[in-house]
């Protein structure tokens, strides 16, 4: 079993920054990659950034040269950077784990661009 804890979202204007943090706690060993989703009201959820063990990383491309993803040494915390803020990042944001077959989610944490 892995639990995800999220913090650092909050309300920021637009053209901001922010920093996301996600750790996992439990089996951490299963765990193969990490990355953040995000739910925008009405909306599906979709994938921010993912980040492998070897420290591969993917992007959406709505994201892509703004946010930056990355993990510690001990591979039990995942971060998102995110740079110039806009109203359509607006959206509770999940942090998300898999390995071994399983995927894990966080309970979310809200970020609000205000323009």
């Known amino acids: 079993q892995v639990q995800l804890v999220e913090s650092g979202g909050g309300l920021v204007q637009a053209g901001g920054s922010l920093r996301l943090s996600c750790t996992a706690s439990?089996?951490?060993?299963?765990?193969?990659?990490m990355g953040w989703y995000r739910q925008a009201p009405g909306k599906q959820r979709d994938m921010v950034a993912t980040?492998?063990?070897?420290?591969?990383?993917n992007y959406a491309e709505s994201v892509k040269g703004r946010f930056t993803i990355s993990r510690t040494n001990a591979k039990n915390t995942v971060y998102l950077q995110m740079n110039s803020l806009n109203s359509e990042d607006t959206a509770v944001y999940y942090c998300?784990?898999?390995?071994?077959?399983?995927?894990?989610w966080g309970q979310g944490t809200q970020v609000t661009v205000s323009s």
């Open positions: 998300w784990a898999w390995g071994n077959r399983y995927e894990h």
């Open positions: 439990g089996s951490i060993f299963s765990i193969n990659r």
């Open positions: 980040i492998t063990s070897s420290g591969s990383t």
